[in-house]
């Protein structure tokens, strides 16, 4: 059982920028490809980025394409969520999940708690 923690959330204006981390529980972790995903209040949750297990392959959501910049280190057992330019449209709850680099919620198999992020105007 992988487990996911993700952290640095927070309050920001539009136009700034946050960090999201997603740490993980096991070494293994090095071997699962990572995706982020977000849900806004009373919408569904939805694709943000995924990244390969060696960080070599990458996607992005349109909406977020030129602004958020996914990372890994497989050292650290982490990934990253690098978010410039935020907008107001970009508040939700931001979660990671493994082991997939899919944009479908349903072909992940571990989530993490979320961290809530909220981009005043």
């Known amino acids: 059982q992988v487990q996911l923690v993700e952290s640095g959330g927070g309050l920001v204006q539009a136009g700034g920028s946050l960090r999201l981390s997603c740490a993980a529980s096991e070494r293994t972790f090095s071997n699962y490809a990572i995706g982020w995903f977000r849900q806004a209040p009373g919408k569904e949750r939805e694709f943000v980025a995924a990244i390969g297990w060696t960080g070599s392959i990458i996607r992005y959501a349109e909406s977020v394409k030129g602004r958020f910049i996914i990372s890994r280190n497989n050292a650290r057992n982490t990934v990253y969520l690098q978010m410039n330019s935020l907008k107001p449209e970009d508040t939700a709850v931001y979660y990671c999940?493994?082991?997939?680099?899919?944009?479908?919620?349903?072909?992940?198999?571990?989530w993490g708690q979320g961290t809530q992020v909220t981009v005043s105007s």
């Open positions: 999940a493994a082991p997939s680099f899919s944009a479908d919620e349903a072909s992940y198999r571990y």
